[in-house]
């Protein structure tokens, strides 16, 4: 596999995942200036708090827990795709080890 490959395939993408009791250790797939594209690991128990950005996706691969957009709170569980508008806050429980795909913009 050429170097160029390693950096535009992942065959498993949820084994890029890191956990830490210290809290969440994003692991970048991309980190562009206007665009990021990262798997994150969560413990059953740790949290995302609410907190505003930019625009973001958040595809679910692994876990349950809950996701706060705004007002509302989502389940979260294998296969769900959670988009949020610039400027809205989301936060993260996870009730069990979650790890999913997240991606945002400027």
Do not use: W
């Amino acid at each position: 596999m050429s170097d160029t490959t390693s950096q535009v395939y992942f065959l498993d993408t949820k084994s890029k995942a890191v956990f830490s009791a210290d809290g969440t250790k994003p692991q970048f797939l991309i980190d562009a200036p206007n665009f990021k594209a990262l798997v994150v690991g969560l413990e059953a128990g740790q949290q995302i708090p609410p907190h505003p950005g930019g625009p973001a996706m958040y595809h679910f691969l692994e876990g349950d827990g809950l996701m706060t957009v705004g007002e509302e709170t989502f389940a979260i569980k294998p296969g769900v795709t959670i988009v949020v508008p610039a400027g809205v806050k989301r936060g993260m429980n996870a009730k069990t080890r979650v790890v999913f795909l997240g991606s945002k913009g400027e």
